[in-house]
């Protein structure tokens, strides 16, 4: 089993920047995508930004330029670096990961673009 926890998510001007962590708990030998989804009021969740264990990344359009993920294997740790946020940013983003191939989702960290 693993269980993931996010943090860093908040209230910011559009424009201002934002970091999200999440860690993987539980007995986890590799982890093989970590990755970050967001979900905004009335519509679907959505992909923002994946990375593999071999560091292939991958950005929902939206977010390029803008986002930057990363990730510390020893510390099962995915970060998201979010810069230049504008007010469609705002949503509940949360953690993902894929392990064994089994797909889990932490509970979500709430994030709002508001001047």
């Known amino acids: 089993q693993v269980h993931l926890v996010e943090s860093g998510g908040g209230l910011v001007q559009p424009g201002g920047s934002l970091r999200l962590s999440c860690v993987a708990q539980g007995s986890i030998f590799s982890i093989n995508t970590m990755g970050w989804y967001r979900q905004a009021p009335g519509k679907q969740r959505e992909l923002v930004a994946v990375v593999n264990s071999g560091g292939k990344l991958n950005y929902a359009d939206s977010v390029k330029g803008r986002f930057t993920i990363s990730r510390d294997n020893a510390k099962n740790m995915v970060y998201l670096q979010m810069n230049s946020l504008k007010p469609e940013d705002t949503a509940v983003y949360y953690c993902?990961?894929?392990?064994?191939?089994?797909?889990?989702w932490g509970q979500g960290t709430q994030v709002t673009v508001s001047s």
């Open positions: 993902n990961a894929v392990y064994v191939l089994k797909v889990y």
